[in-house]
């Protein structure tokens, strides 16, 4: 990273501090969807080895042609487009370090009801393929961890990028990110609420174990434009999660991960984490179950919205080339989901909470960088 280039940020950090302290109560939003990247890579499988059935020409006949025909159709992928995003899936490596492609994953917090507030990314979190074992890691990064270079939490790195790369607003968060955990990133997707939401209603849902029941009465509603409405009773609603397995709608799944209000251990940064990794897990399960696997029409539809709203950061041929390579791992894959150990309540913390006068806002301070770094690269060997 150039720092000589990051040194000089002409924006006001302590306004995008200060804007992002009074929203607290109303724009908290933990937006997970790596799914993106579970979806592509079981229901691309699925795709292009339908496609490879064609390009060989076996096993297809009237049904199977109509129903890969469907398949084409639903996603506005050609035959020829697919066969050729296959060949280079399949005749590339995908990008690694060490065996392990890393993704940054950062999910906006912005509402059109909150027209003219900064694009904070709510979420922030490292997700590691290691193809030696086969292992999907996760590791939420608290979004309140604090940038000592650049005066600010991590959370208003998106929106300094705005500024700083017009085009490209999430290379600034990739850049300072990379250099604060010392982790090589290869692919950033940025993700919204409404895609999130819009990728679990298209599967039906996702069904999801709740381990913790919890009531937030301070939710706010996304649909009251906070410029105009001030009345607490309009600007927030009451939500409610029972213990159990419970089919959730994109809403409602939304709901689960951004409660901060809940006035228990539910509302801290680390139960929502928990929580965000849970629906991700979830999503790949659902991802990979026999009534997404076998319903091309289902799969032509995520391929078309993949292709629309996410290709930008990682192509279809590219997660061909991680599915392929994933795949091979002869045991499987697995889900593991990690978070960083914070002082004092885990006397090994890399994170640790200062007194708000230290930096006049609240944050997490990593107490040692080198053990910040060296804790993160545990984690994926």
Known sequence: ???????????????????????QTDQAVEIPSAASIFIKATLLA??????????TGVGIGIWGYT???TLFTESGISYQEMKTLVSEGLANEPKQTNGVTTVLLLGLDSLETRPGSPQLTDTIMLIFINYADGTISTLPLPRDIWSTEFKTKINALYFYGQERYPDEP?????????????????YTVVITMDQVSTIIDTLGGVNVDVPHAFTDTQFPRPDVDVTQVTDPNLLYQTISFKTGPQILSGEQALQYMRSRKSGDDEGD????????????QSLANTAQSKAVLTNLKLIGTLLRYYQETYSQYMSLSEGISIATKLFEQ????????????ILPENQDGVLINPPIKKYSVWVYEI???????????????
């Open 46 to 55: 699925l795709s292009f080895a339908f496609v490879m059935l064609l390009i």
């Open 269 to 280: 940064d680390n139960a929502r984490g928990a929580r965000q990794q849970l629906i991700i």
């Open 67 to 69: 129903k890969v025909q």
């Open 367 to 381: 107490v040692d960088k080198t053990a910040f770094q060296n804790y993160i690269h545990s984690l994926v060997k």
């Open 170 to 186: 999430e290379r600034f968060s990739r850049e300072v990110i990379a250099e604060l955990t010392g982790t090589s990133i290869d």
């Open 330 to 341: 002869p045991e499987g894959i697995s889900f593991v989901s990690r978070s960083l150990p």
């Open 1 to 23: 990273m150039a720092t000589t280039q990051h040194k000089k940020i002409t924006k006001n950090p302590t306004h995008v501090l200060e804007t992002e302290s009074t929203m």
